[in-house]
């Protein structure tokens, strides 16, 4: 077995470690959003427009969700690679800074397309 071949096991365990870890933060997680939906609908329009949250019920910043959903929740993005502005998404890049690339003004986030017929989101 060469060099090449090694590496490209060893990448594979480890990738599927990280799907294994995703997902099963993914599912708790989700079942967590479905709670927070619940909730948000019981929570008084007045309570709403003073925009009155509770911090700790929120996912933080840079949270990976599995998601099973078409339509994207408010304060999350499709992790398809896109290119974002610093400044438009301060908080996601102080979180993530360039892992998955970029430079100056722009960084990236990650691409988890082709890692299962699953879409994953990251909140903002």
């Not at 990280?18 to 997902?23: K, T």
Request: aromatic residues 10%; glycine residues 8%; charged residues 35%.
């Amino acid at each position: 077995m060469d060099k090449e071949e090694v590496k490209r096991q060893i990448e594979t365990a480890r990738d599927m470690e990280i799907n294994r870890r995703v997902e099963s933060f993914a599912r708790v997680l989700s079942q967590v959003l479905l709670i927070l939906d619940g909730l948000n609908e019981r929570i008084p329009d007045d309570v709403k427009e003073e925009k009155t949250t509770n911090l700790l019920l929120l996912p933080p910043t840079g949270t990976i969700v599995r998601f099973h959903g078409n339509e994207l929740p408010n304060g999350f993005l499709w992790l398809c690679g896109a290119v974002l502005k610093r400044e438009e998404y301060e908080g996601l890049f102080e979180t993530m800074g360039y892992s998955y690339g970029g430079k100056d003004e722009y960084f990236n986030l990650p691409d988890f397309r082709e890692r299962q017929k699953i879409d994953y989101i990251i909140k903002t």
